[in-house]
């Protein structure tokens, strides 16, 4: 199974949830990963608080801020707090990883003999499809930014790859792209 080494918080629970019973309550923080944006509960260490969009390691080596992992999470599970905040950050985290993007746009092929990898992104049909293939034939694209100008009428990149990312985490996608699919067992909720 693929691991992130970094995570941005999503929501801090310092009192732990509700439903756990008072006497097992312990500091939580839900988090998505960087890299394959796992969806993680982590326990910070002893005194440890974090604000939401912090960024913290919780790869193999010393943790600082980590206890450990508590365990990996379904979307469904997410707080409302951190289902609101995942798309936030989940736009800085590709906007830091603008170059990866910025060639899958630049390389990404065919599913199928009708279908391509970038029709499957919302709010990409088969003109903007078109437009963005034979704008990378004149010459690849540098950035969002120069995509956008190229492209007309091209909808925010950095937007469309965080609704991908998050249809994907929904387990609402017939094809995974950027999250490594991981199908949980519906009788035990087990991965």
């Known amino acids: 199974m693929k ?3 970094y995570a941005r918080v999503l929501d801090f629970l310092p009192r732990g949830k509700s439903e756990v019973p008072p006497h097992k309550r312990k500091p939580i923080a839900q988090v998505v990963g960087e890299k394959y944006f796992s ?4 326990v910070p260490r002893k005194n440890i608080s974090f604000d939401v969009g912090t960024r913290v390691y919780i790869g193999e080596g010393v943790r ?3 206890d450990h992992i508590e365990r990996r999470i379904k979307y469904d599970w997410l707080t409302p707090t951190a289902k609101t905040e995942l798309k936030i950050i989940l736009e800085d985290i590709i906007r830091d990883r603008e170059k ?3 060639d899958f746009f630049n390389t990404s092929g065919t599913i199928s003999t009708r ?3 970038l029709e499957i992104l919302p709010r ?3 003109r903007h499809r078109q437009d963005i293939l034979n704008e990378r034939e004149i010459k690849k694209f540098d950035s969002f930014k120069d995509m956008q100008k190229r492209v007309k ?3 925010d990149p950095v ?3 965080a609704e991908k990312i998050i249809e994907e985490l929904k387990n609402e996608s017939k094809y995974y792209l950027f999250v490594p699919y991981i199908q949980i067992k519906p009788s035990t909720g087990k991965f």
């Not at 969806?39 to 982590?42: A, S």
């Open 100 to 102: 990866e993007f910025i």
């Open 3 to 5: 691991k992130d080494e």
């Open 159 to 161: 937007k469309i790859l």
């Open 153 to 155: 009428n091209m909808p």
């Open 39 to 42: 969806l993680l509960e982590i």
């Open 115 to 117: 279908l391509h990898k």
């Open 64 to 66: 600082d801020k980590v």
């Open 124 to 126: 990409i049909g088969k």
